[in-house]
């Protein structure tokens, strides 16, 4: 399978090994993945058609008696130039190292279409004065009419205590005219069409309300 070998060339034959044929209709190849059910399909040529989220799932013997299961790489993510200047220039290290794949994800794939990967109005600190970010990173951006706050967390938050933490913190946001906007290393690996949605959706809140300003005038 060539997309295989072109993208994942030190997973491709193990991974091959867990994909089963299902099914050839109209120039499409279905294969099952044996552990995950979850389906990919490949043209004649062996190019991608659709692949469902752990399609690419294998399992591999670490010693013996045990297995895991992992999953292939995700592909190297090609960065614009801007992307690593502000991550390079608004960071610190302990940050960067907590939170550099996360923010690159981010701007690469999410605000940076939006913005055309102009990040000068975006700043990397607390949009209220008084709010203790207690290990989590914030970026805002002040624009009317939605002023907007992304909350960076290192992990969802199970401990009680850090909830209720992190809802006064949301709280203290929202009561300042912030729209708060969350983001882990999970839901950026597992949901990025759902909040590219909810992005595109606060962007043209700004489009509409930058026309509407403009044609006032």
């Known amino acids: 399978m060539s997309y295989l070998e072109q993208h994942y060339p030190k ?26 059910r979850a389906q990919i399909a490949f043209d004649p040529e062996g190019e991608l058609l659709y692949c469902q989220e752990s399609a690419l799932q294998y ?14 790489a995700r592909e190297e993510l090609a960065v614009h130039e801007n992307v690593t200047r502000w991550i390079e220039r608004s960071l610190s290290p302990r940050m960067k ?47 009317a009419p939605n002023r907007l706050a992304f909350e960076f967390l290192p992990a969802p938050i199970a401990e009680a205590r850090k909830q209720e933490e992190l809802r006064r913190r949301r709280e203290l946001l929202s009561g300042n005219g912030w729209t708060v906007i969350s983001f ?4 950026l690996d597992r ?17 509409r309300f930058k026309r509407s300003s403009e044609d006032q005038g």
């Open 191 to 207: 949901h990025l069409p759902l909040l590219r949605e909810r992005l595109q959706l606060e962007w043209k809140k700004r489009q």
């Open 97 to 143: 190292a907590t939170y550099g794949e996360d923010l690159k994800l981010f701007l690469q794939e999410l605000w940076g279409p939006l913005t055309e990967y102009r990040f000068e109005e975006l700043k990397a600190d607390s949009p209220v004065r008084s709010l203790s970010a207690n290990g989590s990173l914030y970026l805002y951006s002040d624009q």
């Open 59 to 72: 399992r591999y013997s670490w010693s013996p008696g045990m297995e895991e299961e992992v999953c292939a």
């Open 11 to 36: 997973d491709a034959e193990r991974i091959s090994e867990y994909l089963m044929f299902m099914d050839n209709e109209e120039g499409m190849y279905l294969y099952k993945n044996r552990l995950s």
């Open 184 to 187: 882990t290393r999970e839901a």
